[in-house]
């Protein structure tokens, strides 16, 4: 496996590699339209079906939360099934969530099938595409995901005007069915992303049967004997054939065994010759996973609760603000043909650092941590200027300084972690740090509501999010600077454990002289 991983055409940054990071990045361009397009949805909800702020919103914060928490789930359903299997029936639920909003009648129907159904695919779709992407790349790890958020960011630019036309011309439910139509088109980019070759593994079971004479042979039954290491992460399958006489073993079950033995009469071959037809059906599969409470632990940690409120605080300060911008455009007296402008220097602004960020951090031009620390500071600076600005070349300025903090950091989700916690817990680790964010995104709409309804404007809630990425800038700050003085520490060790080792030398080299 080790010439494969090297192969320039299949093997780790290898060009397939590359092929399979344009995949990706088509998929996700995709599939996160209807979030890209909240605004314009959120607005058109409102003008179609004449609710409140707040139960207006519930439709469109919906998939965010269940992308995060269900995160979770989709990690584990991608160890227990395959990446690939998850993002082929994602991608098709995806699109058919949003088409079927076309016979909504009511909050209640968008929020179960754009709201629930969608969400969940995004998250099935996020999950898997993110640990297939790390599978294919090491050295260039960081650009590639650099080029994933970069194509993904384009959708601001593309599908607020494109789903602004359909509403524009065919209300809020046309522009449903037909944004729906759009997504369906991720389906045949997905199939030919997989899993690596190299991921694949071979296991050779062993199996051992009793009482079994070697004539029982005229019937016969295929075993098979690869798995990937995709397809089933499980680790320690045991598989057991049952029942037989007690007398001979304990459990009433027959064990596999890893051996070979066909000198007592016994039929005992490996997993690549055939079984005996007669023996008792396979009962069960046993998975025995004894790495989850490990898994577990990870989860209390110092580093796992610092990326969770990272993740957290960059992607609902941002989805916040492409969900209210052009409520708040207007608020503040924006004329609706001007308003889709604030969103488009922002993607613009993204766009330019996710591209940028990747080739900066995999050059040793900054560090993960250095990154994300700037990326915060800028971001809280700008949405307390957006607190007392109203002109519109003022708020796209903001806009601007919320785009370049969102490249900045968005492709760095996977990295951060996969530093902290390596790449075969990244599907696990990223559920968990998305949990954590939909719990969070499940109290938005209230917020929300809170502040423009009750309150009348967005004031309170552009503070808010400027204090949490204050807050969350400090912390970076201190694990920078923690990061720094460990690596100074072990200089420092270096440097002084060598002057020992040769002065030991010296003396060793002197020791030898005077016995001669």
């Given at each position: 496996?080790?010439?494969?991983?090297?192969?320039?055409?299949?093997?780790?940054?290898?060009?397939?590699?590359?092929?399979?990071?344009?995949?990706?990045?088509?998929?996700?361009?995709?599939?996160?339209?209807?979030?890209?397009?909240?605004?314009?949805?959120?607005?058109?909800?409102?003008?179609?079906?004449?609710?409140?702020r707040e139960e207006a919103s519930w439709p469109v914060t919906l998939?965010?939360?269940?992308?995060?928490?269900?995160?979770?789930?989709?990690?584990?359903?991608?160890?227990?099934?395959?990446?690939?299997?998850?993002?082929?029936?994602?991608?098709?639920?995806?699109?058919?969530?949003?088409?079927?909003?076309?016979?909504?009648?009511?909050?209640?129907?968008?929020?179960?099938?754009?709201?629930?159904?969608?969400?969940?695919?995004?998250?099935?779709?996020?999950?898997?595409?993110?640990?297939?992407?790390?599978?294919?790349?090491?050295?260039?790890?960081?650009?590639?995901?650099?080029?994933?958020?970069?194509?993904?960011?384009?959708?601001?630019?593309?599908?607020?005007?494109?789903?602004?036309?359909?509403?524009?011309?065919?209300?809020?439910?046309?522009?449903?069915?037909?944004?729906?139509?759009?997504?369906?088109?991720?389906?045949?980019?997905?199939?030919?992303?997989?899993?690596?070759?190299?991921?694949?593994?071979?296991?050779?079971?062993?199996?051992?049967?009793?009482?079994?004479?070697?004539?029982?042979?005229?019937?016969?039954?295929?075993?098979?004997?690869?798995?990937?290491?995709?397809?089933?992460?499980?680790?320690?399958?045991?598989?057991?054939?049952?029942?037989?006489?007690?007398?001979?073993?304990?459990?009433?079950?027959?064990?596999?065994?890893?051996?070979?033995?066909?000198?007592?009469?016994?039929?005992?071959?490996?997993?690549?010759?055939?079984?005996?037809?007669?023996?008792?059906?396979?009962?069960?599969?046993?998975?025995?996973?004894?790495?989850?409470?490990?898994?577990?632990?990870?989860?209390?940690?110092?580093?796992?609760?610092?990326?969770?409120?990272?993740?957290?605080?960059?992607?609902?300060?941002?989805?916040?603000?492409?969900?209210?911008?052009?409520?708040?455009?207007?608020?503040?007296?924006?004329?609706?043909?001007?308003?889709?402008?604030?969103?488009?220097?922002?993607?613009?602004?993204?766009?330019?650092?996710?591209?940028?960020?990747?080739?900066?951090?995999?050059?040793?031009?900054?560090?993960?941590?250095?990154?994300?620390?700037?990326?915060?500071?800028?971001?809280?600076?700008a949405f307390e200027i957006l607190v007392w600005v109203f002109a519109?070349?003022?708020?796209?300025?903001?806009?601007?300084?919320?785009?370049?903090?969102?490249?900045?950091?968005?492709?760095?989700?996977a990295p951060i972690l996969i530093e902290d916690f390596g790449v075969?817990?990244?599907?696990?680790?990223?559920?968990?740090?998305?949990?954590?964010?939909?719990?969070?995104?499940?109290?938005?709409?209230?917020?929300?509501?809170?502040?423009?309804?009750?309150?009348?404007?967005?004031?309170?809630?552009?503070?808010?999010?400027?204090?949490?990425?204050?807050?969350?800038?400090?912390?970076?700050?201190?694990?920078?600077?923690?990061?720094?003085?460990?690596?100074?520490?072990?200089?420092?060790?270096?440097?002084?454990?060598?002057?020992?080792?040769?002065?030991?030398?010296?003396?060793?080299?002197?020791?030898?002289?005077?016995?001669?």
């Amino acid at each position: 496996m080790g010439s494969l991983r090297a192969d320039p055409v299949y093997g780790l940054d290898g060009r397939w590699s590359w092929i399979t990071a344009a995949l990706c990045s088509w998929v996700l361009f995709l599939a996160m339209s209807g979030l890209c397009a909240s605004g314009v949805l959120y607005y058109g909800i409102i003008d179609t079906f004449g609710t409140t702020r707040e139960e207006a919103s519930w439709p469109v914060t919906l998939p965010d939360s269940l992308l995060n928490l269900a995160g979770a789930l989709m990690g584990l359903l991608c160890r227990w099934l395959s990446c690939r299997t998850v993002l082929l029936v994602c991608c098709l639920l995806t699109g058919f969530g949003i088409s079927i909003c076309f016979f909504a009648r009511g909050i209640l129907f968008l929020s179960i099938m754009f709201g629930a159904l969608h969400g969940l695919s995004l998250a099935g779709i996020f999950v898997s595409i993110n640990a297939i992407l790390a599978q294919h790349f090491d050295k260039r790890r960081n650009t590639a995901f650099s080029l994933l958020m970069a194509v993904t960011g384009l959708n601001g630019f593309l599908i607020p005007p494109l789903v602004q036309f359909f509403y524009s011309t065919y209300g809020s439910r046309g522009a449903f069915l037909l944004l729906g139509a759009v997504l369906f088109n991720a389906f045949p980019a997905a199939i030919p992303i997989k899993s690596p070759a190299w991921v694949t593994r071979t296991k050779t079971f062993h199996f051992g049967f009793r009482n079994v004479p070697f004539r029982r042979r005229s019937k016969v039954m295929p075993v098979t004997k690869r798995l990937s290491l995709s397809d089933d992460k499980t680790k320690g399958t045991e598989y057991r054939f049952g029942p037989v006489d007690e007398a001979h073993n304990s459990d009433g079950l027959v064990t596999l065994r890893e051996e070979d033995d066909t000198s007592k009469n016994l039929v005992l071959k490996s997993v690549n010759h055939t079984i005996v037809d007669k023996m008792p059906k396979l009962g069960r599969k046993t998975f025995s996973i004894s790495s989850w409470k490990t898994i577990a632990t990870h989860f209390l940690t110092v580093s796992f609760c610092i990326d969770s409120i990272s993740i957290t605080a960059l992607i609902v300060s941002i989805t916040t603000f492409i969900l209210v911008s052009v409520d708040l455009a207007t608020d503040r007296g924006v004329t609706a043909s001007k308003v889709l402008y604030i969103q488009y220097v922002f993607s613009a602004a993204d766009i330019t650092f996710r591209a940028l960020v990747g080739f900066i951090v995999d050059r040793n031009i900054l560090s993960l941590q250095a990154v994300m620390l700037i990326g915060f500071f800028i971001q809280a600076i700008a949405f307390e200027i957006l607190v007392w600005v109203f002109a519109l070349p003022s708020m796209m300025m903001c806009s601007v300084l919320i785009g370049m903090s969102s490249g900045f950091r968005m492709p760095l989700q996977a990295p951060i972690l996969i530093e902290d916690f390596g790449v075969d817990l990244l599907p696990v680790m990223m559920g968990g740090a998305n949990f954590f964010l939909g719990l969070v995104n499940v109290a938005r709409p209230t917020l929300i509501g809170y502040c423009r309804d009750q309150l009348g404007k967005y004031d309170m809630l552009l503070h808010i999010l400027a204090a949490v990425n204050f807050v969350v800038a400090c912390i970076w700050t201190l694990r920078l600077l923690m990061r720094r003085q460990r690596k100074t520490k072990e200089v420092d060790t270096a440097l002084h454990g060598q002057p020992n080792r040769n002065a030991g030398e010296q003396l060793a080299a002197g020791g030898l002289r005077s016995i001669s």
